[in-house]
């Protein structure tokens, strides 16, 4: 038994610390994430909050228009007034406290509650789903060998393509909406009229199964002609989807390449089973760089300004300009403000249970080595705003990360089966993921909490995309069902 001085002592310690409480006044500094600082150093009361520091570094930046903005103070998100942020984190305040800024989307997606159309039609497993940049078609390929467009005002099958022989696996939309690419296990890609449902024609080169499908983007190319396809048989292949013609290939990996991504630099990236990720010059095809690192089979890649590249000239409403001088000019200001000032980033996802942060126009050596899951990453999505990045996996957890930094921040659990697939609303709060357990679960990155379940599916869910609009969510699975998720 303790002493009784020493207990009094003890208790007499624990007040004066919870008595403890920061300076009536606190002396800050804004900076943004690219460590510019905006305005003087300022002294602000410790009760002072969220909405407070919105007004007041809108004041600062002399905004037109009010913007929303989220803090962080050490890398930890301000989500209660500054006083009791200082106080639970035990930030010191002796020098001027560094509080970054990040702007956030002016609009806000409504978290998906509920199943508003099961669309049945395919006659196998639904393997692929995808809303075109506008937001307004959605297409999906299945291993019953058909594409099929749907219409989602009405919540009913648009048109039925026929021409693929075997399983569709992948469907890819131009950045402009005008066509759909759709790559099957023979290594055939087949292109599609959307409006119509008719086909434009066939692409016939590759001797084994499509992986991976992308667009030249729009700010470089509009109308959009050229995209680029990655198969097992161990090469990439650009093609003009005019002519249907192989313009080159892309030849240096020794096994099957699993993923492509058209950058907005004019380099294409191509990630193999050899463990490799090579980096080419889109205009001539030539090898720029080859980065090393992971020691297994590189799954999947995606790049910092991908949703942008994705919806092209299209902003949140699904707008934009009719004259395809104007709607480059657009894609090319939304590709802007999504890289910011620094490069494109790229990260990796592997069988090795890493990732890695890469900025392959500045270094062959990665940023950030990301390790934390258990089993094989099957897909990385960075936001749209490209400050976080998402991974599924085989061990049944959803990661989140910085997407600057590549540092770890939280996991998303409650599947009980692997995640195969996960995709962001548009205002870069959500993510919803879709699992081998047949239910999807959409999470906030911001509460780090499972904000709804839907369960639904009768089977595994293999795709899920959220539309660029942010009112809809689409999964397709092993139960053959196309299902609608909305507010």
């Known amino acids: 038994m303790q002493p009784v001085e020493n207990r009094w002592t003890k208790k007499r310690k624990a007040e004066e610390e919870a008595a403890i409480v920061p300076p009536a006044n606190v002396v800050m500094q804004f900076q943004s994430d690219d460590g510019v600082k905006a305005g003087p150093q300022l002294s602000v009361q410790q009760d002072v909050t969220i909405k407070q520091l919105n007004l007041l570094l809108n004041q600062l930046l002399s905004n037109n228009e009010a913007l929303p903005y989220s803090f962080f103070i050490e890398e930890q998100e301000l989500a209660s007034n500054l006083g009791e942020h200082l106080q639970?984190?035990?930030?010191?305040?002796?020098?001027?406290?560094?509080?970054?800024?990040?702007?956030?989307?002016i609009f806000r997606v409504r978290p998906v509650s509920r199943c508003t159309a099961s669309m049945p039609g395919h006659a196998e497993a639904v393997l692929a789903v995808s809303f075109s940049p506008d937001g307004r078609h959605l297409a999906s390929g299945s291993g019953d060998t058909t594409v099929r467009f749907w219409d989602l005002s009405t919540q009913l099958p648009e048109h039925t393509c026929q021409g693929h022989k075997n399983w569709v696996q992948i469907v890819s939309w131009s950045p402009d909406a005008a066509m759909l690419a759709s790559g099957d296990q023979n290594g055939v890609i087949w292109l599609w009229q959307p409006k119509t449902g008719e086909t434009i024609g066939a692409c016939r080169g590759h001797t084994k199964c499509i992986m991976s499908m992308?667009?030249?983007?729009?700010?470089?190319?509009?109308p959009c002609k050229r995209f680029v396809s990655a198969s097992q048989d161990g090469t990439a292949k650009v093609w003009d989807a005019n002519t249907r013609r192989c313009v080159f290939t892309l030849s240096g990996h020794t096994r099957p390449v699993t993923c492509v991504k058209w950058g907005g630099d004019g380099f294409i990236h191509t990630s193999s089973r050899d463990g490799s990720i090579m980096v080419w010059d889109a205009k001539t095809g030539a090898r720029a760089q080859t980065l090393q690192g992971h020691g297994h089979w590189v799954?999947?890649?995606a790049l910092s300004a991908e949703y942008a590249l994705r919806t092209g000239p299209f902003d949140h409403t699904g707008t934009a300009p009719s004259d395809p001088a104007e709607a480059k000019e657009a894609a090319l200001r939304r590709y802007q403000t999504a890289c910011g000032s620094?490069?494109?980033?790229?990260?990796?996802?592997?069988?090795?249970?890493?990732?890695?942060?890469?900025?392959?126009?500045?270094?062959?050596?990665p940023l950030q080595r990301m390790t934390g899951h258990m089993q094989l990453i099957n897909q990385v999505q960075f936001s749209p705003d490209g400050r976080w990045i998402v991974s599924a996996s085989f061990d049944k957890a959803v990661k989140l990360w910085d997407g600057v930094k590549g540092t770890f921040i939280t996991t998303f659990r409650g599947h009980v089966r692997p995640v195969y697939q996960v995709s962001w609303s548009s205002d870069s709060r959500l993510v919803v993921s879709a699992s081998s357990d047949s239910t999807l679960k959409v999470w906030n990155i911001h509460s780090k909490k499972n904000e709804r379940d839907l369960p639904g599916h009768a089977d595994e869910v293999f795709s899920v995309d959220w539309s660029p609009d942010g009112g809809s969510i689409a999964s397709g699975g092993k139960d053959q069902v196309l299902k609608l998720w909305r507010h």
Not at 88 to 101: D, F, G, H, M, P
Not at 214 to 222: G, R
Request: hydrophobic share 40%; aromatic share 10%; charged share 20%.
């Open 214 to 222: 992308a667009w030249e983007p729009a700010h470089i190319q509009m």
């Open 342 to 365: 620094s490069p494109e980033r790229l990260v990796s996802g592997s069988d090795d249970f890493t990732m890695f942060l890469w900025q392959p126009s500045v270094s062959k050596k």
């Open 88 to 105: 639970k984190n035990k930030v010191s305040v002796e020098t001027a406290l560094c509080i970054v800024y990040q702007p956030q989307a």
């Open 299 to 301: 799954n999947t890649l």
